[in-house]
């Protein structure tokens, strides 16, 4: 992994700062190279190649190698195909894109509104885009969209167009076909939506927004309500990670006074339920969040673990959501607890804020 230099941890006044949105994850070298060699017609080596890279553990590497040859079965032989197994192992790991989008295209709802001859243009649009051609892949996108709107098939297409507008950099014409499919929709395909739509807000610095948004989004996704076990977690994360890093969004006060709990609880409460059920998509930043409010630090140590075999950007990104959590889990009056939060620090080499 090439090490990435670390960014401001602290403002002028020595406050942890807020989480940034997730950064897009470009695809690593290794992976593209053998798309490349799949576009250009060599199929049995490069899926050879790319089914290797897979099987060598978890690692963003091989997370998006699993996707590559999900793609590359679904542009063969559609949902019928062996495309699932990448999925699970995608959906199973810690990218927070890819994450995500496998684990709704392996729910019900995805497959409903993917069956239909129109659908079958999005899947192999699909295909494209996880195979490294996202020109075609926008066009077929939005081909379906503008031709089947208000049916099972615009409304996927709406997700899909906004999923990859925001990796191709154009973040703010991402909301339209976002928030259209969140109207149209609701469970999981409206939780996804409402989950993309939250982090271009978050870029945008609109936090009330966005945390209406995400608690929407959790609401949504979570299988209680009709939504994804899979989905459900990444969904919890985000919407974590944004009420510990801007605490005093209304969200977070209006549950405080409805339900009288702390502000810790409230902070605690996504991450809590990123635990449940936990059976097909396991994010180490859920154990992270989860575990650091009772001081339990076994567990906390052992996702950093994962997040750094994972990239060096994951792991930095379990790195920055320590400490935004450090000052709502600190207790002086607990030396036990302060102990281990000290021993944290130092192996992550975080200074303590105030």
């Not at 099987?55 to 699993?66: E, I, N, P, Q, V």
């Not at 926008?138 to 990796?167: C, M, S």
Request: charged share 25%; aromatic share 6%; proline share 7%.
């Amino acid at each position: 992994m090439t090490q990435q230099p670390h960014e401001p941890l602290l403002d002028s006044d020595g406050r942890a700062l807020p989480l940034p949105p997730d950064p897009l994850i470009p695809v690593p070298d290794e992976v593209g190279h053998q798309l490349a060699a799949y576009r250009a017609g060599d199929t049995a080596q490069a899926t050879g190649l790319l089914a290797a890279l897979a099987g060598t553990g978890r690692s963003s590497a091989s997370g998006h190698a699993a996707m590559a040859l999900a793609g590359i079965e679904i542009g063969e032989n559609g949902l019928g195909g062996s495309h699932r197994r990448w999925l699970e192992q995608v959906a199973a790991g810690e990218d927070p894109w890819l994450g995500p989008l496998a684990a709704v295209m392996l729910t019900p709802d995805f497959r409903s509104g993917t069956s239909s001859d129109s659908g079958r243009r999005l899947l192999a649009s699909l295909a494209a885009q996880l195979t490294g051609d996202p020109d075609t892949a926008l066009d077929g996108f939005e081909q379906v969209l503008r031709a089947h709107k208000g049916t099972e098939p615009g409304d996927v297409a709406g997700l899909l167009l906004g999923n990859l507008l925001i990796q191709s950099g154009d973040q703010a014409a991402a909301l339209e076909p976002l928030s259209y499919t969140r109207g149209m929709c609701d469970g999981t395909l409206a939780g996804y939506a409402a989950h993309l739509e939250g982090h271009v807000l978050i870029g945008q610095n609109e936090k009330e927004r966005a945390s209406k948004v995400l608690q929407y989004a959790h609401g949504e996704s979570h299988p209680a309500g009709g939504g994804d076990k899979g989905l459900h977690p990444w969904v919890a994360i985000r919407f974590g990670e944004l009420l510990a890093s801007d605490p005093w969004v209304d969200l977070v006060y209006d549950q405080m006074e409805e339900s009288g709990v702390s502000m810790g609880e409230v902070l605690r409460e996504p991450f809590e339920s990123a635990e449940y059920p936990k059976e097909v998509s396991t994010p180490a930043l859920a154990d992270i969040g989860l575990f650091l409010f009772p001081a339990d630090f076994e567990p906390v140590h052992a996702g950093l673990e994962r997040l750094k075999a994972w990239s060096d950007e994951r792991y930095e990104r379990g790195r920055r959501l320590v400490l935004t959590l450090h000052t709502h889990v600190e207790d002086t009056r607990d030396d036990e607890r302060t102990l281990g939060l000290a021993e944290l620090r130092a192996k992550l080499d975080l200074p303590k804020p105030k």
